[in-house]
Antibody
Framework: QVQLVQSGAEVKKPGASVKVSCKASGYTFTSYYMHWVRQAPGQGLEWMGI????????SYAQKFQGRVTMTRDTSTSTVYMELSSLRSEDTAVYYC???????????????WGQGTMVTVSS | QSALTQPRSVSGSPGQSVTISCTGTSSDVGGYNYVSWYQQHPGKAPKLMIYDVSKRPSGVPDRFSGSKSGNTASLTISGLQAEDEADYYC???????????FGGGTKLTVL
């Protein structure tokens, strides 16, 4: 079945970087855009960016420009989200979420990973 | 880019209908027919309930419906059931620079 499996929880110190992975299975990896969304404790959802797994092109929310990098490895059907210069406000659950339709960069988020808790604390 | 505006909470009794609003601007909700709605139970990942303003993914009950008028989108849940109690988020495409924006979320309580 179609699923996204994310890497495990992380604890980082302020100023460090974190890299979260999201492994896709059950569908053609390169046919569906992938988004990253985060949710701080007790807060709402926040869109971070999108990657086209086919060519690797990306688009990031202005808020994260310069701090976030999204990449993919087609050989393992895995996308990655790296966030640098971490601060306490980056403590959140980070989700990868697949676009609903093939080749659509303007689409709802259909399949979600289980989430990865990233805690930033000194 | 500011988040879309949703009521913080709504409530209804089993069998009743509730509507959750989502207000944006002409740069997001009003400018595109790419509004989606997500249901999130505590500790779980969000689930897609409505896409393209009013379309339901396979498996979502037809008790859930979506609409849009101007800069405001709405999610209506009819025949409320206990399992509908959850947080609901709207989301809209907002142009290539900002891309996507979420609402602040609405907590639905089934009385």
């Amino acid at each position: 079945q179609v699923q996204l499996v994310q890497s495990g929880a992380e604890v980082k110190k302020p100023g460090a970087s974190v890299k979260v992975s999201c492994k896709a299975s059950g569908y053609t990896f390169t046919s569906y855009y992938m988004h990253w969304v985060r949710q701080a404790p007790g807060q709402g959802l926040e869109w971070m960016g999108i990657i086209n797994p086919s060519g690797g092109s990306t688009s990031y929310a202005q808020k994260f420009q310069g701090r976030v990098t999204m990449t993919r490895d087609t050989s393992t059907s895995t996308v990655y989200m790296e966030l640098s210069s971490l601060r306490s406000e980056d403590t959140a659950v980070y989700y990868c979420a697949r676009a609903l339709r093939e080749y659509s960069g303007y689409d709802a988020f259909d399949i979600w990973g289980q989430g990865t808790m990233v805690t930033v604390s000194s | 880019q500011s988040a879309l505006t949703q009521p913080r909470s709504v409530s209804g009794s089993p069998g009743q209908s509730v509507t959750i609003s989502c207000t944006g601007t002409s740069s997001d909700v009003g400018g595109y027919n790419y509004v989606s709605w997500y249901q999130q139970h505590p500790g779980k990942a969000p689930k897609l309930m409505i896409y393209d303003v009013s379309k339901r993914p396979s498996g979502v009950p037809d008790r859930f419906s979506g609409s849009k008028s101007g800069n405001t989108a709405s999610l209506t849940i009819s025949g409320l059931q206990a399992e509908d109690e959850a947080d609901y988020y709207c989301c809209s495409y907002a142009g290539s620079y900002t891309s996507w924006v979420f609402g602040g979320g609405t907590k639905l309580t089934v009385l």
